[in-house]
């Protein structure tokens, strides 16, 4: 994106490159944490929630080093999503024929959301800081880890709808978003629910290393990130051009 | 008031559909939600009342097993519900910005807020889940388990005391006449109540304790009168609010 010589000291034109930057966050980020999730081994294939206690303290015992570089990894990047994330408040914020009360709602299920993440970083770390604890210590740690790790969706879930409800109300001539965007959203919330039964069942689709808890969970909201890099870009790029600071 | 749809909740006194529609729809989802919340909390997950403090090892294994099904059913509704929280919240922040004091007290409610969700809210289903996970685990982590989920759903005070002082000074000052002032004092007394529930981490029975008159029953009370006059302030908010009126920035 080549900004305009003569509006580059412009309060818009700072505006477009902060949004550009965070967008760009989005695959930097992503590409690190696509490492991080080839490296753990507990990912491939999901651990079963029906090891015993000595299995899983084995397994944290065999498996120390790559649980901890890919879960340091995740604990240290994977909060540096919010940037992106934050481009999509900046542009709710844009929207004209609404009160903005989605994008305060959005901003702030973002943050809780991604604190029960990070939670989860640390509970996989702690069980993986001392291998050799009492097993059914260690199978705890691993309990915590999975269910805050994949059950606890409904924030993710209320970003969801509160975009799709954000790209329902914005009705004028000009949206900012296209009108598909509103639906993916909402496909994609539907797909992640099923998720919260990761926290009862220990088998079948529904169990944490199962089709839908872990698969489609994790697989519908990478998908919406990539979706929504795109999506971005032709919005600020729209932006940009509509405030001058761009050639169109 | 009829709750069935946005539409015919927030109405002037004609009955047509009043207020701005995005903010409409928040409001009407405020009560909705919160009587969800109350069936899951009260009834299926049986957090509010809590269950004692005073309870051996075998109590707790006991209090798990006897209520096993309805937490499983009420936590995992809990857990894809609690994005509900961070709607109803919006709401209040978006009418405090309308206050003539600025946007510094909303911001304070929705950042407290937006701390409380963890400690004060999600970490007690998740400690009751991974309980109702393996109940054949070690009871000593069990209970473990009952006392960390409580005292953290009950315990967690500063969140949501910063929330509730932020608001009330909000009220108070307000010139814009977004909320009555009187509301400004119930919310003074939610204050109030979190300062006694500091006492859930000294005693294991009597008045102070999690589940004592003083520390929990009197909170209820305080809290189901506050929340009512909260549904009860933000529908005329959003009611009074000209639907021609700028978005917030």
């Known amino acids: 994106m080549q900004i305009l010589q003569e509006v580059q000291d ?7 490159k902060a949004q550009w930057v965070s967008l760009w966050t989005g695959p930097a980020v992503g590409a690190v944490l696509v490492v991080a999730l080839l490296a753990f081994p507990g990912f491939w294939p999901p651990m079963s929630p029906t090891l015993t206690a000595e299995q899983v303290a084995r397994y944290y015992a065999e498996h120390t080093d790559w649980i901890r570089f ?38 702030t299920a973002i943050v809780s959301g991604a604190t029960i993440f ?12 001392r291998p050799d604890r009492n097993p059914e210590l260690t199978l705890l740690l691993n309990d915590l880890a999975w269910i805050v790790f994949i059950a606890p969706i409904g924030m993710v879930l209320a970003q969801f709808l509160l975009l799709a409800a954000a790209v329902h109300f914005d009705d004028g001539p000009d949206p900012v978003f296209p009108r598909w965007v ?39 909201f990478a998908a919406f990130v990539v979706v929504m890099f ?13 405030e001058g600071v761009v050639a169109g | 008031m ?35 919340f109350g069936v899951i909390i009260c009834v299926l997950t049986r957090v509010t009342p ?15 097993t006897e209520h096993h099904l309805t937490i499983q059913i009420g936590f995992v509704l809990l857990l894809i519900l609690l994005g509900g929280a961070p709607l109803t919240n919006g709401l209040v922040l978006y009418h405090m910005k309308r206050m ?55 315990g967690s005070l500063g969140c949501f005391t910063t929330a509730y002082v932020v608001l009330a000074i909000a009220v108070l000052y307000d010139k814009n006449g977004v909320f009555p002032k009187w509301f400004g004092y119930v919310t003074v007394w939610q204050v109030i109540t979190e300062v006694i529930a500091t006492q859930f981490f000294l005693f294991y029975s009597g008045p102070l304790a999690w589940n004592g008159v003083l520390s929990l029953w009197w909170a209820v009370v305080v809290f189901s009168v506050w929340l009512g006059a909260l549904i009860f302030v933000l529908r005329a908010a959003t009611i009074g609010e000209p639907v021609d009126s700028p978005g917030l920035d």
């Not at chain 1, 990070?118 to 800081?129: K, P």
């Not at chain 2, 749809?5 to 409409?24: F, H, L, M, N, S």
Request: glycine content about 8%; aromatic content about 16%.
């Open chain 1, 10 to 16: 412009l309060p818009s034109a700072g505006n477009i």
């Open chain 1, 70 to 107: 890919s879960q340091i990894t995740f604990n240290l990047c994977g909060i540096m999503l919010l940037p992106f994330f934050m481009v999509i408040v900046v542009q709710m914020k844009r929207m004209k024929t609404q009160s903005h009360i989605f994008a305060y709602c959005y901003l």
């Open chain 1, 118 to 129: 990070a939670l989860s970083n640390v509970f996989f770390l702690v069980a993986a800081f």
């Open chain 1, 182 to 220: 509103g639906a993916y959203s909402l496909a994609t919330g539907v797909a992640i629910t099923p998720a919260a039964g990761a926290a009862v069942w220990q088998t079948g689709p529904l169990a944490w290393d199962g089709l839908l808890s872990f698969w489609l969970r994790n697989g519908a």
């Open chain 1, 230 to 242: 795109f999506v971005l870009r032709r919005a600020v790029l729209r932006q940009a051009v509509a």
């Open chain 2, 2 to 36: 009829n709750l069935l749809t946005p539409e015919r909740y927030i109405t002037t006194t004609d009955g047509d559909p009043a207020g701005k529609p995005d903010v409409r729809f928040l409001t009407w989802f405020f009560p909705v939600w919160y009587a969800v």
């Open chain 2, 50 to 64: 809590p269950p004692r403090p005073d309870v051996t090892t075998a109590g707790t294994v006991a209090f798990f």
């Open chain 2, 100 to 154: 003539s004091v600025g946007s510094v007290f909303g911001y304070g409610y929705i950042a407290a807020m937006s701390v409380g969700a963890l400690p004060g809210f999600l970490l007690v289903g998740v400690c009751y889940l991974t309980a109702t996970f393996r109940p054949d685990r070690d009871p000593e982590l069990i209970g473990w388990l009952y006392d960390l989920g409580n005292l953290s759903y009950n």
